[in-house]
Structure formats: C-alpha cells, structure tokens
C-alpha cells in the first residue's frame, strides 16, 4: 500500500507535517476508488433519491423507505447492495461469503433485521473451465453462508460473457425489517459517548481490501493478493445479528457502523466524520486473535463479523453483558470527542503508548479530490443479422447457458427460511410477505451485459424497465431501488465514456419511472489481463403491492395467450444475434415506460388473470418455453423470427379467461393475440410459414444445460 505523491501532498499540507505510516496508510484506503468514488461521485448527482418515502437515502450503510400500509402498522424497509468482485475471483468461496455478511450487517446497522437477499452473478463464457470454477465456489460461498445465518435467498440473476473471463462479478442486496422506533444511522450524536467493538476477534485477513478493490486484477491475484481477502464465520454472523436486535430491544444503540472496506479506521472514522465529531481510540484495547498484531493492522484489517456502536457511558456494561450472552467480543476502545480522529497504540516495547492517527475526521472520510477524467461517447453497431434456420435458433437460444434454467444454483439456497417468501425463485420477481403492513414486496435484481456492452445508455435504460416490468408482471408498484454500478478502469477514455452512459441511461428510466435510487455501491477498475468488463448496472428494484397472491409463471392451461406491451423493432443486444452472429441496434424503448409499468401491474391483478410471465432476456422463445409444463402447453403464433427473439422489456405474456377485460385494462398498450393455452404439455409455434414444435421434456432438457454440466 502507498499514498500517491499527489495525494501525500494534499494530506501533508492539510495537516501541517508529513503523515505518520498509519495515517498515510489509512489516507489510502479511505481515499481509494472503492471508498471514495473519486471517479464516479461525480457523475452520480444523475440520480434522484428524494420521495415522500425515503427514510434515509444515500450516504448511510443502507437506504430505508417507508411501506404503504395496507392493513396493519407503518413500516420501513432497509436496502443495500454490495459488490465482492475482486476477492471473488482470488478466492470465489470466500470471497462471495463474505459479500453476502457485509450487506446483511449494512442492513443490521440500520437497526434493521434482515429478511431477503439476491445475488447477481457475471462470469467469462460457460464453455471455459475457469468460469464454471468460479462460478461453482461462488455459488456455494453464498449459499453456505446465507443458509446458516437464515436469511432466504430469494432471487438475482446469472449471465456469462467473455467480457467477464479475468474479473467476475458479484454483486449481493439485502432488505430487512425495521420501524421508525428502532431506526438507527450511521451518525455518531455525543461527545462523551463510548465507541464499543461487538463481534468476532481482530485478524489480519483482508489488509489492504479497499485499495486492492481499486485497481486493476493482475494476472497472478490468485496468489499475490491473497492476503486482502476476507474469511467469513457465518455461525458468528448470525450471533451478531440475534445481538445486534437485542441491543435494538432495549435502546443501546445511538449510531452504528459495519465493519467492511478498511475496517476499523474506516466504519469509526466515518461514523464520527457524518456527526460532524472526532473520537480518540485505543487500538491495543481491540479484542484481537493473533498475537503482536501492530497499530497499522488492528486498524485496517477487514476481519468480518464485527460492529461498531456509539452507546452512552451508562449503556456500555449492559452491551458487554448481551455481547457475552451470545458469545461475542466485545471491547471498548475509545469515545466519541470535538477534535480530531485520534488513535493511539501501546505495545511490549517501552516506548509508552503513541499516537500514530491525529487528523481531522471530516478531511479523512470525505477530504479526497475528485477525478476528473476523459470521456468517449460510445456508439451503436449498424444492422447485420443473420438468415437462421427457426429449429436451430430456438434450440441454441433457448439452451444458452444466460436463458437457461438457473434451477441449479437456486436450489443450493434456502429461499424459504422465515416463513416470508410467497413467490419464490425462478419467478420474475421475488414476493415476500411484510403481514406487519398487509403488503406483499417483490424483489427483482440484475442486468444483461450484451444489452450495456451494446448500446450502454439505452442498455441501461432497458435495464431499470426490465426490473420495473418484472415487479408489475406480478401485480407490484415499483416502489424504490439500490444500483450496484460496475465498471472497467476509469482511466481509459472508452471505458469511463460507457460508464457515465450506463449511470445517465439508469437514472433517466428510474426518473421516469419515479423510482428513487435511495442508496448503491460503485466497483471500477474490473480491468484485468482479458480486458475491461462490459458496463454492467446491476440494479436491485423492489415493488409493493396489496396482499401476497400474484399470478405464477406457468400456464393453467385453461386461458388464451396475449401479448402485452410494445415490441422495438431491432435486435440488438439479443441473445439471438449472441447465439447465431451479427449485430443490430439496440431496440426502442417504450415512450411512455410509467404507463407501461402500471398497465402490466393492472394486468396481472385482474381477477380473469391466470398466469403472467415477462418478455425480455431471449425473447418471446424464451418466455413461451419457460410457460409450459408436463401438466399445460402453448399453441401460439409469431410474425417472424425478429417478434420471436426481440427482447424489448416492458411486456409480459398473459394467461386469461377475459381477452377483453385484458384489452380494457390496456388502455392504449398494444395487446397482440398469440394463441391458446393447451392441456397437452406441447410448444407448438408458428413462426410465419414455418412450424415449430417441442414437448415440455425436450424443453426440460434443452434448459438444463448447467445443471447437465455441473451435477
């Protein structure tokens, strides 16, 4: 680790004397790309984050939002999402672990108990031994720990591409429970008040995290940045949150903050910058589990499962009592103070106790410059599709491993746990049973790289509407959204040229949509030997409706089929061109997305409604395959092969007994008669003069490839 000449500089003459190591240290890790957004921040005043219903928005460990109340009390849900790109791909395991305890404790410290995640993964081409690595200890990190904290995965996204090949992405969100009672941020309040450590003991693992997040991945990380990767405990975790809702029960808690990206130097130091305070600590006062850990690393180790509390002086012995109930360290290492951000160290040597931090907390936590960098606008590829034979198209369409059935990673999780989860994966959104406010809340998360890659601002447009239509496919409003921006290094012109598209492109759509983007996470530098990533805008989107009952995917086999929504005309970014080559441009989008949204919502609510599913990813080949079952089939009718693949979001097929009421509740929204819902378990397509037809076991296989590759 070292600070930058430039930066050493600014440091320097803020203070009036050269940085001791510690400080020079802890300058680097907080102002770093991954703590400072030194590159994105300022391009992501494109957002809006205020409603009537934000709670608390950017800048805390979570975002909260308020819940319509439609039979009970009032009711706040804390968001977050969190990307663990790099120390996945050094150590796949560990390194989706401990993203998944990271954002449960980033809700925790909202005072929040956690009730759902997702999980949005990317990697190179399945086809490759490495990614199918990669993806396999990813996969069982997040369900190994989410499985034993007992929180329920309930929904995310898989895509590969060979973008992703030297840098795979993970990114995990977390919503939980809480009330304006129990509702607790990340600013500290008083003078005087204690700083107490709650949690697993202080190691060295993941020195250095935040700085190695913010560069580049070299071709040998695997070996050499080792060290900067967290080892998670879920058994810990889940201590940790039992405790954290019993310090909540009796009002202990005045401000708290998660240990994650430069440990303990950061969540104190941030903590007391937002309450506009300072704090003096004692680092050798740090339960710690190696011996002769030094000041530099007791300060910035990311050894996980540990909080940070403010409590008053009169509540430190009670803390230290639940802490011990349920097996946890528990150490009192300084107080909250008016001056700077001082940590002091005493070690076997008889030097006495020295100050190796004394800076000013605000300069530490929000102090670093911002970047300002070149930019190239992206384009759009010409029109070049190909002339494919339909029975191949659908076959390699519908058995891409990005369209094909994710039953083999879901079925690893336990997405029922806690009695919640009404809709479960496999569905277009998630629903989860909120009884306390007689709501449903539906969750959908992800993005589809060959849509950035292909056009990034229009791509990312189609991204948040695509999140939106999931959630009103099951009769939810879209209510609020967190984003997870992933990029390339910053430093090309191109690369930060798609960024900034992908950032203007998500905040347009969410805009219009009056969807507030309440909170996020920003990962740059996914740069590696293989080149940068595609501009991927993973966006966590939830949705509020009354009760919990919403249409299923699957057909009844008892209703005519229809087409809701507006098709765009191109293929462009469609796993079609993906599967049979060419390019195309990217589709257009609907002009009027909000009235979109509530059209599908409606739709899905009428009573007449049986089924509904989504049109986007593969196309209407993709939702039609994923409708029939052994027990019901599909006899429909498509113009030609670009209506059968275009993946315009912002459609769904419906199954109803009431085509007319479907076409009221429309309004101006094109509905398209596709055909019958069919007791014979069949696919029959008719594709202009060509006839295609599969029964539901062909389907079956076709879309087991993971699973057929990886059991």
């Given at each position: 680790m070292s600070l930058s000449d430039p930066d050493h500089d600014l440091v320097a003459a803020e203070l009036g004397r050269d940085p001791t190591p510690a400080e020079a240290a802890l300058f680097e890790n907080l102002w770093s790309e991954h703590c400072a957004y030194r590159s994105s921040r300022p391009l992501l005043s494109a957002f809006d984050s205020e409603a009537d219903h934000v709670v608390v928005g950017p800048g805390d460990d979570a975002a909260v939002v308020s819940l319509p109340t439609y039979d009970?009390?009032?009711?706040?849900?804390?968001?977050?999402?969190?990307?663990?790109?790099?120390?996945?791909?050094?150590?796949?395991?560990?390194?989706?672990?401990?993203?998944?305890?990271?954002?449960?404790?980033?809700?925790?410290?909202?005072g929040a108990y956690p009730i759902a995640l997702t999980d949005s993964l990317y990697f190179g081409g399945f086809d490759r031994e490495h990614s199918r690595y990669l993806f396999e200890g990813v996969v069982e990190g997040i369900a190994d720990y989410g499985n034993a904290i007992g929180v329920p995965t309930v929904g995310g996204s898989v895509e590969f591409d060979e973008g992703y090949e030297g840098n795979p992405l993970v990114n995990v969100a977390c919503v939980g429970l809480v009330t304006e009672e129990r509702l607790v941020t990340a600013e500290a309040k008083r003078p005087g008040n204690k700083l107490v450590l709650v949690g697993n003991a202080t190691g060295r693992d993941g020195l250095g995290g935040a700085s190695f997040a913010s560069e580049d991945l070299s071709e040998d990380a695997e070996t050499e940045d080792r060290p900067a990767v967290q080892v998670g405990d879920p058994y810990t975790e889940k201590l940790l949150i039992e405790a954290?809702?019993?310090?909540?029960?009796?009002?202990?808690?005045?401000?708290?903050?998660?240990?994650?990206?430069?440990?303990?130097?950061?969540?104190?130091?941030?903590?007391?910058?937002?309450?506009?305070?300072?704090?003096?600590?004692?680092?050798?006062?740090?339960?710690?589990?190696?011996?002769?850990?030094?000041?530099?690393?007791?300060?910035?180790?990311?050894?996980?499962?540990?909080?940070?509390?403010?409590?008053?002086?009169?509540?430190?012995?009670?803390?230290?009592?639940i802490a011990d109930r349920y097996d946890l360290g528990c150490s009192v290492i300084g107080e909250v103070t008016e001056g700077n951000y001082v940590c002091t160290f005493e070690d076997d040597e008889p030097r006495g106790r020295e100050t190796v931090v004394d800076v000013p907390a605000e300069f530490l936590a929000d102090g670093a410059p911002m970047n300002d960098l070149p930019m190239t606008e992206p384009t759009q590829p010409s029109r070049d599709r190909?002339?494919?034979?339909?029975?191949?198209?659908?076959?390699?369409?519908?058995?891409?491993?990005?369209?094909?059935?994710?039953?083999?990673?879901?079925?690893?999780?336990?997405?029922?746990?806690?009695?919640?989860?009404?809709?479960?994966?496999?569905?277009?959104?998630?629903?989860?049973?909120?009884?306390?406010?007689?709501?449903?809340?539906?969750?959908?998360?992800?993005?589809?790289?060959?849509?950035?890659?292909?056009?990034?601002?229009?791509?990312?447009?189609?991204?948040?509407?695509?999140?939106?239509?999931?959630?009103?496919?099951?009769?939810?409003?879209?209510?609020?959204?967190?984003?997870?921006?992933?990029?390339?290094?910053?430093?090309?012109?191109?690369?930060?040229?798609?960024?900034?598209?992908?950032?203007?492109?998500?905040?347009?759509?969410?805009?219009?949509?009056?969807?507030?983007?309440v909170g996020g996470n920003v990962s740059l530098y996914n740069d590696s030997a293989a080149g940068p990533i595609p501009p991927t805008p993973t966006v966590a989107m939830i949705g509020v409706r009354e009760g919990y009952d919403a249409p299923p995917v699957g057909v009844t086999g008892e209703g005519t089929l229809l087409e809701v929504g507006e098709r765009g005309g191109a293929l462009g970014g469609s796993e079609y061109l993906a599967q049979m080559g060419g390019s195309d441009r990217f589709p257009t989008l609907p002009a009027d997305a909000p009235a979109v949204v509530e059209t599908l919502a409606t739709v899905a609510d009428l009573d007449s409604t049986l089924a509904t599913h989504d049109v986007s990813h593969g196309g209407l080949a993709v939702t039609l395959a994923e409708m029939v079952s052994a027990e019901a089939g599909v006899s429909a009718t498509v113009a030609d092969v670009e209506a059968?693949?275009?993946?315009?979001?912002?459609?769904?097929?419906?199954?109803?007994?009431?085509?007319?009421?479907?076409?009221?509740?429309?309004?101006?929204?094109?509905?398209?008669?596709?055909?019958?819902?069919?007791?014979?378990?069949?696919l029959t397509l008719s594709v202009g003069d060509t006839e295609l037809t599969r029964?539901?076991?062909?389907?079956?296989?076709?879309r087991a490839v993971i699973e057929a590759e990886l059991s």
């Open positions: 009970g009390e009032e009711t706040y849900i804390a968001m977050g999402v969190e990307s663990h790109n790099h120390p996945s791909y050094v150590d796949p395991y560990d390194g989706a672990a401990t993203g998944v305890g990271g954002i449960v404790r980033d809700i925790l410290s909202m954290n809702e019993a310090l909540i029960d009796e009002d202990l808690i005045r401000a708290a903050r998660d240990l994650g990206a430069a440990g303990l130097g950061g969540a104190s130091s941030e903590l007391v910058a937002k309450g506009g305070l300072g704090a003096e600590i004692e680092l050798d006062a740090v339960h710690q589990r190696e011996p002769n850990m030094s000041a530099l690393e007791i300060l910035l180790a990311e050894s996980q499962e540990r909080m940070c509390y403010e409590v008053r002086p009169e509540d430190v012995d009670r803390v230290a009592e190909p002339d494919a034979d339909l029975d191949a198209a659908f076959e390699a369409v519908v058995a891409s491993p990005n369209t094909a059935s994710k039953e083999w990673v879901y079925r690893q999780y336990d997405h029922e746990v806690g009695t919640r989860t009404a809709r479960r994966p496999g569905d277009d959104a998630a629903v989860l049973a909120i009884r306390e406010a007689g709501a449903g809340l539906a969750l959908s998360a992800g993005a589809i790289p060959a849509w950035t890659d292909a056009a990034p601002y229009e791509g990312a447009k189609a991204v948040a509407l695509e999140n939106a239509a999931n959630l009103a496919a099951k009769g939810a409003t879209p209510h609020a959204a967190v984003d997870c921006l992933n990029g390339g290094n910053p430093e090309k012109p191109d690369v930060y040229g798609g960024f900034g598209a992908i950032v203007d492109g998500l905040a347009d759509m969410c805009r219009d949509l009056s969807v507030p983007v059968l693949f275009d993946e315009t979001p912002g459609r769904v097929v419906v199954e109803t007994t009431d085509p007319d009421a479907v076409r009221e509740a429309a309004g101006d929204a094109p509905v398209r008669s596709l055909g019958e819902a069919t007791t014979d378990g069949t029964e539901a076991d062909a389907i079956r296989d076709l």
